[in-house]
């Protein structure tokens, strides 16, 4: 579960992500398509990330899907957003993804990442 900053809970529940209003009311619900078996992440600019069997999904403040990034494997953990803004999501494949803000994989070649991260899978 994640709190955004006008006090919205967000939770994910099977193969959907809610959003309840601080006085337990429903806000939205929305079908991300898999099984999440993590907690839903919120950005300080409020962009909700959920992790959604082999997707990292990116869901605004309304409930609209932004844009779905796929891991190929199964992810095995909640998302966590950067200072820069950089999402991170570990997969079962054994790999730490590093996602930009607009879904697209973090380039190797923008800023290298720590030696436990990986932008592409399968690299040593």
Same mark, same amino acid.
């Given at each position: 579960?994640?709190?955004?900053?006008?006090?919205?809970?967000?939770?994910?529940?099977?193969?959907? =992500?809610?959003? $309840?209003?601080?006085?337990?009311?429903? +806000?939205?619900?929305?079908?991300?398509? !898999?099984?999440?078996?993590? !907690?839903?992440?919120?950005?300080?600019?409020? +962009?909700?990330?959920?992790?959604?069997?082999?997707? =990292?999904?990116? $869901?605004? &403040?309304?409930?609209? @899907?932004?844009?779905?990034? &796929?891991?190929?494997?199964? #992810?095995?953990?909640?998302?966590?957003?950067?200072?820069?803004? #950089?999402?991170?999501?570990? !997969?079962? %494949?054994?790999?730490?993804?590093? $996602?930009?803000? %607009?879904? #697209?994989?973090?380039? &190797?070649? !923008?800023?290298?990442?720590?030696?436990? $991260?990986? #932008?592409?899978?399968? @690299?040593?």
């Amino acid at each position: 579960m994640a709190i955004g900053a006008d006090g919205s809970i967000f939770v994910s529940a099977g193969e959907n =992500l809610y959003a $309840v209003n601080p006085d337990s009311t429903k +806000k939205w619900g929305f079908a991300i398509g !898999s099984a999440s078996r993590s !907690s839903p992440t919120v950005s300080a600019e409020g +962009k909700i990330y959920v992790s959604a069997g082999e997707n =990292l999904c990116s $869901v605004d &403040p309304n409930g609209m @899907l932004k844009w779905k990034f &796929p891991i190929n494997y199964a #992810t095995q953990s909640s998302p966590a957003v950067g200072a820069d803004g #950089t999402i991170y999501v570990g !997969s079962g %494949d054994g790999n730490l993804y590093a $996602v930009n803000p %607009d879904g #697209t994989l973090r380039s &190797p070649r !923008s800023r290298s990442p720590p030696a436990s $991260v990986h #932008t592409r899978s399968g @690299l040593p």
